[in-house]
Every structure is written in structure tokens, then in C-alpha cells.
Nanobody, 121 residues
Framework: QVQLVESGGGLVQPGGSLRLSCVAS????????MGWYRQAPGKERELVAT???????NYADSVKGRFTISRENAKNAVYLQMNSLKPEDTAVYYC???????????????WGKGTLVTVSS
């Protein structure tokens, strides 16, 4: 089985910073794209940022210039550095990864359980 575990959420004041981490574990052969999504109360889940195994990144317009996604392939980890946070960034942030399992040798998408980020004064 494969698991994704996020950490790093919390309460921060507007203008502040947080760094989210996500580590994948289990029967992993390789990991392709990894990414972060978020879901605010009463809204649909939306893309925040993605990163390929080669390091190419993609960001939602709403976070460009403020958030940075990165990964450590050796640790099966992906990070999201969030700066200049705004109240509208408040949401549960979910990690997603396209993983090829050792047993199946097929790509499947996995989700973490999410970590809450609250931006408020």
C-alpha cells in the first residue's frame, strides 16, 4: 500500500509564511508528478501547484509569485513554501502524487488526508 502524509499546516497571520511537507511511503517503484490542491469551506477542491519528476512546475494564477513547490526525489517528498499568505488562502491543503507501485507497475493517483491552513488575524 501507498500512503501520503502531509504536515506543516496551522494558523498564521495575513502576510505570514508556512511550509507544507508531504512524504509518500509504501510499495513505491517511482513517483511521477506530485502536487498540492486545496479546498476551502463550501468550495470545490482546486489545483494549487504541481511539479514533475524532472522539476517542471505549474501554479494556479492565484498563488503565482507567493507559493513555491519543490520536491526531494530521494525522500519521496514534496513541499509547498507559502509566503505573503492571505485570508483567502485558508483551506485544507491536500497532497497528490502519481505513483507507480512495485506490485502493479501501473501509475495510480494517491491523496493525503489533508492539512488545515488558516490565515487570520
Amino acid at each position: 500500500q501507498v500512503q501520503l502524509v502531509e504536515s506543516g499546516g496551522g494558523l498564521v497571520q495575513p502576510g505570514g509564511s508556512l511550509r507544507l511537507s508531504c512524504v509518500a511511503s509504501g510499495s513505491i517503484f517511482s513517483i511521477n508528478a506530485m502536487g498540492w490542491y486545496r479546498q476551502a469551506p463550501g468550495k470545490e477542491r482546486e489545483l494549487v501547484a504541481t511539479i514533475t519528476s524532472g522539476g517542471s512546475t505549474n501554479y494556479a494564477d492565484s498563488v503565482k509569485g507567493r507559493f513555491t513547490i519543490s520536491r526531494e526525489n530521494a525522500k519521496n517528498a514534496v513541499y509547498l513554501q507559502m509566503n505573503s499568505l492571505k485570508p483567502e488562502d485558508t483551506a485544507v491543503y491536500y497532497c497528490n502524487a502519481a505513483i507507480i507501485g512495485i506490485r502493479s507497475m501501473r501509475e495510480a493517483h494517491y491523496w493525503g488526508k489533508g492539512t488545515l491552513v488558516t490565515v487570520s488575524s
